[in-house]
């Protein structure tokens, strides 16, 4: 079994079809529709998914054997990994590849669609910054013989560290998840009202009071 271990919008569907040499179509959400992205999940979080069930999710994994790459959203610290082959840990240690993940939920739930009808102005700017505090908690590495790590700006970038790890040619489906998230790639990103959410949010956590809008 070969794992993908992945917090949400964090390209695990473009991961697996990476690794498994197929090309999926794409969803309403930007997202890659690989099948096999799915297979490994049982759930999700708001923000990491650490708690959930082992047995549970071993249990799942062994009704569905398969020789190719899987995902799921469980971070899998807490895992007896004996069981399975390799993993690939899809990490947002680094500040970049949190706010990478932020910035593609943000786009989809601000930008594409409007899941909270009707708020405007300050309301809606406190919902997203209320939503960014989701995306601080960090995927973390998992230190053990059967896991690879690799930071999700990794993949945004794509960077030498992706190509490795696949090691086979993904040119075509870079430019297609690029073109499909070009957003991310703005020269103005780090002033983009998206980034100054997350700002926001990591400021009333630190400390521990509300923002105030000059």
Same mark, same amino acid.
């Given at each position: 079994?070969?794992? !993908? ?149 990794? !993949? ?59």
């Amino acid at each position: 079994m070969k794992l !993908v271990s992945f917090p949400h919008y964090t390209c695990g569907g473009l991961l697996c079809d990476m690794l498994n040499d197929t090309f999926s179509s794409v969803g309403n959400n930007g997202g890659i529709q690989s099948i096999e992205h799915g297979v490994g999940k049982i759930g999700d979080s708001p923000d990491v998914m650490e708690e959930f069930d082992s047995e549970t999710f071993l249990k799942h994994l062994r009704m569905h054997r398969t020789q190719q790459w899987i995902g799921t959203h469980c971070w899998l610290g807490n895992v007896d990994l004996g069981q399975i082959e390799q993993v690939i840990n899809v990490t947002t240690e680094t500040y970049r590849s949190r706010l990478y993940r932020w910035i593609r939920a943000y786009h989809l739930y601000y930008i594409k669609s409007d899941p909270w009808q009707g708020l405007r102005g300050i309301d809606e700017i406190d919902k997203q910054r209320e939503t960014a505090k989701n995306y601080l908690r960090a995927f973390r590495r998992i230190h053990d013989a059967a896991v690879i790590n690799l930071e999700f700006a990794d !993949v945004v970038e794509a960077n030498t560290n992706l190509f490795n790890l696949v090691g086979r040619d993904i040119s075509h489906h870079l430019e297609r998840w690029q073109k499909i998230n070009a957003f991310l790639y703005r020269q103005d990103l780090w002033s983009s009202p998206a980034v100054r959410r997350f700002h926001e949010a990591e400021h009333e956590l630190a400390l521990q009071q509300r923002y105030v809008y000059e």
